[in-house]
């Protein structure tokens, strides 16, 4: 098939795991489309079936702000037209939706051919931006015109009839991780640089937002560095890093923890990780907690949104409530102190993370766009 995808490029989870489900299917066959601002960030490969479409959105004096939605959609109806989609799947709902909503209304009126859409919601565009009622009408309208819906969680599918009006049925497809990939022996002179005597090796990465509670990875960093010698790797980077670099001034554990920014080499840098924290306000799925399992990463999270569809308590990890930063710093230093539980959690990590392995959800997307196949059979 041809399919167009649309996401955000950048190192987000609904970048991240666009791109892998793109690059995925181009190795399947299919010709695939991506359409965005920027080169996604982990489209890092050549494949003869990837195609790569920057929107380019000219500026005016006018402009205080450049009009992205309407370049989105007319970068689309080109692309739709010239390399003949057989189907549009987008990623993050804002401005995605309504973008391909429109543009399916150009092609339409131009060729009479009504080209599919299906819209996949990720997370915030849901629970945090898409609920504003500044965005609402538009969001709820663009998600009841997709051909089909697709939620990352049965949370956020939930979560998505509990805020908008939705009349459509949403299908739950997980996300997913390459295991392959991230099931990499720890590169030992990597270990020593950053743990030289030893030391257990805590991890966290996200985009460094409010929602993702950073200073509370600090805070149970804190209490487990007082309990033994220990370091912690933060990776990614975003609005609140220098408050939570202060933090670990003020806390005294500045010497222990490395701030590492955005990194493309998650699997080399969770290999050599025990533990990854994820005390999150929300996650809706929380894709860099089950690539944190595929490479035996034990995940201490919050229960919030969808991680408890992920992380199994006292199996493959340890869930509190959120802000309870003392039980999830004490399950953590237990853990820590007993090599043998830490061990067999690695590995009920990892077997779990298989569940959600990429050869097991490819093909149920497949199903889903074989719905909208034009010609029989479908190629
Ligand atoms: O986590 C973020 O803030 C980034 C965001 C995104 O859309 O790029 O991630 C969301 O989508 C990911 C992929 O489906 C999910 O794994 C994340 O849990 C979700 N983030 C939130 O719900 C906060």
């Given at each position: 098939?041809?399919?167009?995808?649309?996401?955000?490029?950048?190192?987000?989870?609904?970048?991240?795991?666009?791109?892998?489900?793109?690059?995925?299917?181009?190795?399947?066959?299919?010709?695939?489309?991506?359409?965005?601002?920027?080169?996604?960030?982990?489209?890092?490969?050549?494949?003869?079936?990837?195609?790569?479409?920057?929107?380019r959105?000219?500026?005016?004096?006018?402009?205080?702000?450049?009009?992205?939605?309407?370049?989105?959609?007319?970068?689309?109806?080109?692309?739709?037209?010239?390399?003949?989609?057989?189907?549009?799947?987008?990623?993050?709902?804002?401005?995605?939706?309504?973008?391909?909503?429109?543009?399916?209304?150009?092609?339409?009126?131009?060729?009479?051919?009504?080209?599919?859409?299906?819209?996949?919601?990720?997370?915030?565009?849901?629970?945090?931006?898409?609920?504003?009622?500044?965005?609402?009408?538009?969001?709820?309208?663009?998600?009841?015109?997709?051909?089909?819906?697709?939620?990352?969680?049965?949370?956020?599918?939930?979560?998505?009839?509990?805020?908008?009006?939705?009349?459509?049925?949403?299908?739950?497809?997980?996300?997913?991780?390459?295991?392959?990939?991230?099931?990499?022996?720890?590169?030992?002179?990597?270990?020593?640089?950053?743990?030289?005597?030893?030391?257990?090796?805590?991890?966290?990465?996200?985009?460094?937002?409010?929602?993702?509670?950073v200073?509370?990875?600090?805070?149970?960093?804190?209490?487990?560095?007082?309990?033994?010698?220990?370091?912690?790797?933060?990776?990614?980077?975003g609005?609140?890093?220098?408050?939570?670099?202060?933090?670990?001034?003020?806390?005294?554990?500045?010497?222990?923890?490395?701030?590492?920014?955005?990194?493309?080499?998650m699997?080399?840098?969770?290999?050599?990780?025990?533990?990854?924290?994820?005390?999150?306000?929300?996650?809706?799925?929380?894709?860099?907690?089950?690539?944190?399992?595929?490479?035996?990463?034990?995940?201490?999270?919050?229960?919030?949104?969808?991680?408890p569809?992920?992380?199994?308590?006292?199996?493959?990890?340890?869930?509190?409530?959120?802000?309870?930063?003392?039980?999830?710093?004490?399950?953590?230093?237990?853990?820590?102190?007993?090599?043998?539980?830490?061990?067999?959690?690695?590995?009920?990590?990892?077997?779990?993370?298989?569940?959600f392995?990429?050869?097991?959800?490819?093909?149920?997307?497949?199903?889903?766009?074989?719905?909208?196949?034009?010609?029989e059979?479908?190629?």
């Open positions: 098939m041809k399919i167009g995808i649309v996401c955000y490029p950048t190192f987000g989870g609904s970048g991240v795991l666009a791109t892998e489900l793109g690059k995925a299917l181009a190795d399947e066959g299919h010709k695939v489309h991506f359409i965005t601002y920027q080169q996604p960030v982990r489209l890092n490969v050549f494949n003869a079936n990837i195609f790569y479409h920057e929107v959105v000219p500026t005016y004096p006018l402009f205080d702000y450049p009009p992205y939605e309407v370049a989105l959609a007319s970068t689309m109806v080109d692309v739709i037209m010239n390399h003949d989609l057989d189907l549009l799947h987008v990623h993050y709902a804002i401005p995605h939706a309504s973008a391909a909503y429109m543009a399916k209304q150009i092609v339409k009126q131009k060729t009479g051919r009504s080209v599919p859409f299906i819209t996949t919601l990720h997370g915030t565009d849901i629970t945090l931006v898409g609920k504003d009622k500044t965005y609402e009408p538009v969001v709820t309208f663009s998600i009841n015109e997709s051909d089909a819906i697709t939620a990352v969680s049965q949370n956020l599918k939930e979560e998505t009839y509990r805020s908008f009006a939705i009349r459509k049925e949403i299908e739950v497809i997980y996300n997913f991780v390459d295991v392959e990939r991230f099931n990499k022996k720890p590169i030992d002179a990597f270990r020593k640089v950053i743990a030289p005597d030893g030391e257990k090796i805590l991890m966290h990465a996200s985009n460094f937002r409010k929602v993702k509670r200073d509370d990875v600090v805070k149970i960093f804190a209490a487990v560095r007082d309990a033994m010698p220990a370091k912690l790797l933060m990776v990614g980077d609005p609140e890093r220098p408050a939570i670099e202060e933090l670990c001034r003020q806390l005294g554990v500045e010497e222990d923890v490395k701030f590492l920014g955005k990194q493309e080499q699997e080399d840098i969770l290999a050599v990780s025990d533990i990854f924290l994820l005390p999150s306000e929300y996650e809706s799925f929380g894709l860099a907690a089950l690539e944190a399992m595929a490479a035996r990463a034990v995940v201490i999270s919050t229960n919030a949104g969808g991680l569809e992920i992380n199994v308590q006292n199996v493959t990890g340890f869930m509190a409530d959120v802000g309870d930063v003392n039980t999830m710093s004490d399950f953590t230093i237990s853990l820590l102190k007993d090599d043998d539980r830490l061990a067999t959690m690695k590995e009920a990590a990892y077997q779990h993370a298989c569940l392995d990429i050869k097991n959800i490819i093909p149920i997307y497949e199903k889903l766009y074989r719905q909208f196949c034009r010609a059979p479908c190629k």
